[in-house]
């Protein structure tokens, strides 16, 4: 009587370590990112609130003119570190934009985004809209052709 055919079990490890891997928390690679299109201060002193006056972060250190800050998150007994970075940039006909990268070690990818998400409603509900880039230039008008001139009479050719 032969045994009827079933997987081996070799896998089963494998398998199970890839399947809990899918079901933790991911990190992707890359930091949450996003463009604010306020002056750089307005940015920096909303970012500052937001984390330490409205989320109870704990700034651990921050330097405005290089561009960063560094906060710590403490939550369930645990402390979870943070830091936004901030790059001034230009945009459309000159506005000035301010780039930040949030990571926080130890949370999801959601955690950064929210704090972002978070930083754009405050800097609209604060400040208002982002200003609008200046209206580009109007075409120059087009100028008529040169009416074509011929020669004076008896100019020889």
Same mark, same amino acid.
């Given at each position: ?35 604010? +299109? ?7 002193? =909303?970012?500052? @609130?937001? *984390? %330490?006056?409205? &989320? ?48 926080? +070690? ?7 985004? =929210?704090?972002? @998400?978070? *930083? %754009?409603?405050? &800097? ?34």
């Amino acid at each position: 009587m032969s045994r009827p055919n079933r997987p081996t079990c070799a896998a089963a490890p494998a398998l199970l370590v890839a399947a809990l891997g899918a079901l933790a928390p991911s990190r992707a690679a890359a930091d949450a990112e996003a463009t604010f +299109t306020y002056e750089h201060d307005i940015v920096w002193s =909303t970012a500052v @609130r937001l *984390l %330490r006056v409205d &989320l109870g972060y704990e700034i651990a250190e921050q330097d405005r003119e290089n561009g960063y800050l560094l906060f710590v998150i403490r939550e369930n007994g645990r402390e979870y570190r943070g830091a936004v970075e901030f790059v001034r940039g230009s945009g459309e006909r000159g506005l000035p934009v301010v780039e930040l990268r949030v990571r926080v +070690t130890g949370q999801p990818r959601s955690t950064e985004e =929210t704090i972002l @998400r978070r *930083l %754009r409603t405050k &800097l609209r509900d604060d400040y208002g809209l982002p200003p609008r880039p200046p209206a580009a230039p109007p075409p120059p008008p087009e100028q008529p052709p040169a009416p074509e001139t011929s020669p004076p009479a008896g100019a020889a050719g």
